[in-house]
């Protein structure tokens, strides 16, 4: 394939505003790749592989704009001005290429398969000298380059590369492409069990489903976490799990997944980052307390207290995350324990369809407490005041309340999936409204007065699982600090947007769109119905969406992703369990 034909699609792309006429873009795009299918996905999410495999470009704007003066002969800082101007290297890389009107050095078209393989090579190259080689290597593909093609590499290597499709779009647009509609969920599965886009194209491209059907969890490859539902009260989840649940404590820290194979640990977090240099503690007491050829545990690590062995609240974790700088000796004085309340794998043998009950078994057989590993407390039981008790004990000792989780015969472990298995049940669900939620920011409105020169609201979105697209929800003018406040126009002064992105949809108009990638934690007032907004339009009522009332930011939540943030089917949840309360 041509990597003309690729910047023409991404060109259209990048343009469209619709989604629909994305993701036949999309499709058309796919269609034409043939044997480049795997490279061609990785490239339209600006990557060369899954994230979690950790490849890096390593080359800094700076280094980019020396590049670009050396092979345009222009002085950096005319290439300066003109990145000013355009707010974006691609445009200014593919200005610069117009403007030397010299012929590509080579005759053909590139290949995307040679943009691939020279990307590869920038990325890798390491040690002495590769600061030169690297820009080496950007210069040739500079030379050999239309300027469209350019602009998209260049938006590629510095990470800005943004068309607008998760990696649930192209799944979807692939399984249209290559296989049938009735294999959705069995594709679905093994992505969110083996989250590496390229390798599921490769296997539908091959008409593979026999091998996609065996994909489960793997020693080392992080996969998509599972998660539970919300209900209000421990009586509706009695009636809606049948009765005999297993509760546990609800942990308050970080979601954490360890894997082992031979003598390597890895550890993940929830966005499937390797975190596992933030873990040294943990990392060498498992080498040293358990001896599995294999395995693969699902918990919370949370920080408490040496002397008094009280946990901490979350935030201490987020003190130790990050310090990459002697982390030793901070971790002394706020250790980790993780609570094991999940396990997937052992010793080459899959246990995600082995019912959670036996799985809990499994953990208890191997897994004594000790300082850094426990099993979470829980309790399985079908008397009320029981249970009660259970969840006053758990808020006392430190926790937010309970994951109450199926004992059936049915409840497997579900990679990715928000589902009825587990349901969580936190103090605040008894308030009108429950929980705080996870926006994505999608627009601004200019600030007045006092606000002059920021924002005076930023437009906030849901997001649609179903349609993949992010729907207006709220507008948010409070809880912001004067810093954060004046400090947001920088923060977005990438992600504008000339246009309406093409998956999002409001109907409300914002002066500044935003490509939506920055997520916002919320806490509101009330869901009310609202003919303004479109999320879970014409779900509750006709021609009306929801919209939340009195929102309030809580924190910038740069730990999410888009993708990850409150989902509309949890608001429809939310906006009903607060009719209930009333
Ligand atoms: P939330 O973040 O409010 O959606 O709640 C779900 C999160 O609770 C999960 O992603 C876990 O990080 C955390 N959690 C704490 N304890 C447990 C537990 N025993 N079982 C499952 N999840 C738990």
Redesign the pocket.
Same mark, same amino acid.
């Given at each position: 394939m041509q990597f003309s034909e690729v910047s023409k699609k991404f060109m259209e792309m990048e343009t469209t505003t619709k989604r629909l006429e994305l993701t036949s873009i999309l499709g058309s795009l796919l269609d034409g790749a043939g044997d480049d299918l795997k490279e061609l996905v990785y490239l339209i999410q600006g990557k060369l592989a899954p994230d979690y495999e950790g490849i890096e470009f390593g080359i800094s704007g700076k280094l980019i704009v020396k590049s670009l003066a050396n092979a345009s002969g222009q002085t950096e800082e005319e290439v300066n001005k003109l990145f000013s101007k355009n707010g974006d290297l691609g445009t200014t890389a593919a200005e610069l290429r117009e403007n030397i009107r010299q012929a590509p050095l080579v005759s053909e078209d590139l290949t995307l398969h040679y943009v691939y393989t020279k990307l590869l090579d920038l990325a890798n190259s390491s040690g002495p000298g590769s600061v030169k080689g690297k820009m080496d290597i950007y210069s040739d593909l500079f030379m050999n380059s239309k300027p469209d093609d350019i602009k998209y590499i260049t938006r590629i290597i510095m990470g800005k590369l943004r068309l607008g499709v998760a990696d649930s779009t192209i799944l979807d647009s692939l399984v249209s492409a290559f296989s049938e509609k009735k294999y959705a969920e069995i594709i679905d599965t093994a992505y969110n069990f083996h989250p590496d886009i390229g390798l599921i194209a490769t296997l539908l491209e091959k008409r593979d489903i026999k091998t996609i059907e065996n994909i489960g969890p793997e020693p080392l490859v992080p996969f998509k976490?599972m998660?539970?539902e919300r209900l209000k009260s421990i009586d509706d989840i009695r009636e809606k799990m049948n009765h005999m649940v297993a509760y #546990?404590? +609800?942990?308050d820290g970080l &979601?954490t997944e360890l894997h082992k194979k031979g003598d390597k640990i890895k550890i993940f977090s &929830?966005g499937l980052e390797e975190t596992t240099d933030n873990f040294p503690d943990i990392v060498s007491n498992f080498k040293k307390n358990y001896n599995f050829d294999s395995i693969i545990i699902d918990g #919370?690590s949370v920080p408490y207290n040496p002397e008094t062995g009280e946990l901490f609240p979350f935030q201490m974790v987020s003190k130790r995350r990050g310090r990459k700088y002697g982390l030793d000796e901070k971790s002394l004085e706020i250790p980790l324990v993780m609570?094991i309340?999940d396990i997937l794998e052992l010793n080459g043998k899959s246990l995600v369809n082995t019912p959670y009950q036996e799985r809990r078994k499994i953990l208890e057989e191997n897994f004594k407490d000790n300082e850094y590993f426990r099993l979470?407390t829980r309790l399985v039981s079908d008397d009320s005041e029981e249970i009660n008790k259970f969840f006053e004990k758990s808020i006392e000792d430190g926790c937010e309340g309970v994951?109450a989780k199926n004992t059936s015969s049915e409840s497997v472990y579900r990679a990715g999936a928000r589902g009825w298995l587990?349901i +969580?049940f936190k103090r605040d669900y008894q308030k009108e409204l429950a929980d705080s939620m996870d926006l994505v920011v999608i627009g601004a409105f200019n600030g007045h007065g006092r606000r002059a020169g920021a924002y005076g609201a930023l437009l906030m979105a849901s997001y649609n699982e179903e349609t993949q697209e992010y729907e207006s929800f709220t507008k948010l003018g409070t809880g912001f600090s004067d810093e954060v406040l004046f400090s947001l126009p920088k923060m977005f002064s990438e992600l504008k947007e000339d246009h309406k992105p093409a998956m999002v949809n409001s109907k409300m108009i914002p002066d500044v769109w935003f490509y939506p990638q920055i997520v916002m934690e919320i806490q509101g007032a009330e869901i009310t119905v609202s003919p303004i907004h479109t999320c879970a339009y014409s779900k509750i009522e006709k021609d009306s969406g929801l919209a939340l009332r009195f929102p309030r930011l809580v924190k910038i939540r740069d730990d999410k992703k888009a993708e990850d943030a409150t989902t509309t089917n949890e608001i429809i949840e939310l906006y009903k369990m607060q009719k209930k309360t009333k």
């Open positions: 976490v998660l539970a #546990e404590y +609800k942990y &979601r &929830r #919370e609570f309340f979470a994951v587990w +969580k």
